[in-house]
């Protein structure tokens, strides 16, 4: 399992990111959250006064922070310029950001490449929105994470104080959208990936389906 990649794709609420800490924790490896990257980003750009409608302003300044990205599934830290920003990254503000600042192409390029520089030598759950497609094509376990929109709403309503699932429905379709129809490298389900659908499983379910095509993959 050291050199074990496994590449775990699919839409928001789809319990990627619970799931893909889960098979870590299982297997021994290590984890990396690539959303949490870009969020970073979009924090880092909404705190220094960045216009995000801007695209050219969004790339003059996509080289600017540093980013220190934890790989303890039980512990995934992500820091901007030495500050933890793991609270602050999750707010609605980024949440309703990042769309924009991860469809700027520049931004695209820097964290794809930090991102395979910490996949490096393997042992190592990814999950993301362009892993089995851009990030680690050759991963040799890929999987798209799917669930209907009503259980990825409601999910994320459980996740949130002060929202409603109707209001995550519609914030949901709309980053489905901005994310799948984005020029550059846009959320989509590899050709060679398994696709398992969250809808009607609970966590161990989902933890135990990826296990056991990860073990089929050996």
Not at 27 to 54: C, F, P
Not at 71 to 83: E, I, L, M, Q, Y
Not at 110 to 120: K, M, P, Y
Not at 193 to 201: G, I, M, Q, W
Request: charge should be negative; avoid cysteine; glycine fraction near 8%.
């Amino acid at each position: 399992m050291t050199g074990l990649v496994v590449a775990m794709d699919g839409p928001s609420g789809s319990g990627k990111s619970s799931a893909s800490r889960g098979v870590a924790r299982a297997l021994g490896l290590r984890y990396l959250d690539t959303g949490a990257m870009y969020r970073a980003i979009t924090w880092w750009m909404l705190q220094q006064g960045v216009d995000l409608t801007d695209p050219g302003a969004v790339a003059a300044q996509a080289l600017q922070p540093v980013l220190t990205m934890g790989t303890d599934p039980d512990a995934p830290a992500v820091a901007v310029d030495g500050t933890d920003v793991g609270g602050p990254i999750r707010t609605a503000e980024v949440t309703a950001a990042v769309s924009a600042v991860s469809a700027v192409p520049e931004v695209r390029r820097r964290l794809v490449a930090e991102q395979r520089e910490i996949i490096g030598a393997g042992g190592i759950v990814v999950e993301g929105r362009d892993i089995g497609t851009v990030v680690a094509p050759d991963a040799p376990v890929k999987i798209f994470l799917t669930a209907s929109a009503d259980a990825r709403a409601v999910r994320r309503t459980a996740e949130l104080a002060g929202t409603t699932v109707e209001a995550q429905r519609a914030a949901m379709a709309r980053r489905d959208t901005l994310d799948s129809t984005r020029k550059t490298d846009p959320l989509a389900k590899a050709a060679d990936a398994v696709e398992l659908d969250s809808t009607a499983l609970n966590l161990e379910e989902v933890i135990a389906e990826i296990l056991r095509v990860i073990k089929e993959k050996e």
